[in-house]
C-alpha cells in the first residue's frame, strides 16, 4: 500500500493492492514495469518502459512508453518523460473511456442527472510544463460528437484557466441540460 498526502491541502490519496514486475539489467538498459493495484476501488493494469534510468537521473528526457487500462479507461503515451523540478511528458497519447459520467465518478466528481456524458475519446499530442498542459493535433469525442485541434489547461492559480480553438462537428447541448429527459436508472 503506498499512501500520499498533501501536505499543502491535506488531501490524501491510497493505491493499494500493488502488484508489479520492474526488471533493469543495468544502470545504461531499459527498465520495464508491468502489474496492477488499486486506486478509488478498482483495479488499473498498466505496462511501461523506459529507455534507462540514467538518463533519466541526469534530468535529461527519457524515451517513455506507457499503458494503462481498467473498466473506466484505457490509456496510452508514447513520448518523453523529463524529471527536473517536477515531471514533465511531451508525447503522443490516447485515452478512450465507455462513459465519462463513470470516469468522472472514479475521480470522485457526480455529473448532473442528464442523458449525457456517455462514451468519450481522446488522441493527440500532449505536452506538460509545470502547471501547464497542452493537447495539440487533438480528437476529442463525446456522446457521437468529435471536436478537432488545441486545448491548453493553466492549473496553480484560484481556478483552472482553459483556453482552446476547436472545430465541432454538432454542438448538441440539450443531452446536458438538467431540463431534458433525465438518464436511465443504472446511473452508466
Known amino acids: 500500500m503506498l499512501r500520499f ?7 490524501s490519496q491510497q493505491v493499494s493492492a500493488v502488484n508489479v514486475q520492474v526488471a ?3 544502470f545504461h538498459s ?7 493495484l488499486a486506486w478509488q476501488g478498482q483495479k488499473i493494469d498498466f505496462d511501461g518502459k523506459m529507455s534507462n534510468l540514467k538518463t533519466m537521473l541526469e534530468e535529461k528526457p ?7 487500462n481498467n473498466p473506466n479507461v484505457t490509456t496510452n503515451f508514447d513520448g518523453t518523460l523529463l524529471v527536473k523540478d517536477g515531471a514533465d511528458i511531451e508525447g503522443k497519447l490516447t485515452a478512450k473511456s465507455p462513459s465519462a459520467r463513470g470516469l468522472a465518478r ?3 466528481t457526480e455529473l448532473p442527472p442528464v442523458q449525457g456524458f456517455g462514451p468519450m475519446s481522446l488522441a493527440g499530442d500532449i505536452k506538460t510544463n509545470g502547471n501547464v498542459t497542452t493537447i495539440s493535433n487533438a480528437n476529442f469525442g463525446l456522446d457521437g ?3 478537432a485541434g488545441n486545448v491548453t489547461v493553466k492549473t496553480g492559480g484560484v481556478r483552472p484557466y482553459v483556453q482552446s480553438n476547436l472545430r465541432l462537428t454538432e454542438l448538441n447541448l ?3 441540460m438538467t431540463g431534458a429527459a433525465p438518464i436511465a436508472a443504472s446511473g452508466a
Not at 531499459?30 to 496492477?36: N, R, S, Y
Request: proline share 3%; hydrophobic share 40%.
Open 24 to 26: 533493469l539489467k543495468s
Open 62 to 68: 527519457s524515451r517513455l512508453a506507457f499503458a494503462a
Open 145 to 147: 460528437a468529435a471536436a
Open 5 to 11: 498526502t498533501d501536505e499543502r491541502t491535506g488531501k
Open 30 to 36: 531499459p527498465i520495464t514495469a508491468k502489474g496492477d
Open 174 to 176: 440539450n443531452k446536458y
Open 106 to 108: 472514479w475521480f470522485g
